[in-house]
């Protein structure tokens, strides 16, 4: 498990450093990446291109870990997220679902978003 969540950190401080240097030391080579607002990015070329091409445009200012839960193959991490893309800030709570290999590189991530600003109709 703990190899797990240092895998999760180490890639969301890759954007935090704007430094992808590395990664294709923690994704295989057939990374299946679905973004929670549509695009899918397949195999670690284009997983390669994205980090570079969204860094160009835009700086991650929090990518903050709540919980990690994990299942077998699966680790599932809750987490908070802030950028400035384009010129504009915004945050996002999310989940991702993150498949594993054996040899410890990520397979698949599948990320889902919740709006951070919550309204309490009824307080």
């Known amino acids: 498990m703990l190899k797990k969540e240092k895998c ?16 294709n030391e923690i ?9 929670c607002y549509g695009p899918e990015y397949r195999g670690i ?3 390669v291109k994205w980090f570079d091409d969204w860094n160009k445009r835009g700086t991650v200012i929090k ?6 839960i994990h299942q077998a193959n699966q680790t599932v991490v809750e987490w908070y997220f802030e950028c400035k893309f384009d010129g504009e800030v ?11 290999n054996a040899d410890g590189k990520i397979t698949d991530i599948k990320e889902f978003q919740s ?9």
């Open 27 to 35: 994704f295989d080579k057939n990374i299946i990446y679905s973004e």
């Open 8 to 23: 999760i950190e180490r890639y969301f401080n890759m954007w935090l450093s704007k430094d992808g240097s590395s990664l």
């Open 45 to 47: 070329e284009q997983i």
């Open 63 to 68: 990518w903050d870990i709540k919980q990690f």
């Open 115 to 123: 709006q951070a600003d919550h309204e309490f109709p009824y307080s």
């Open 90 to 100: 915004s945050g996002v709570d999310g989940v991702s679902i993150i498949g594993f």
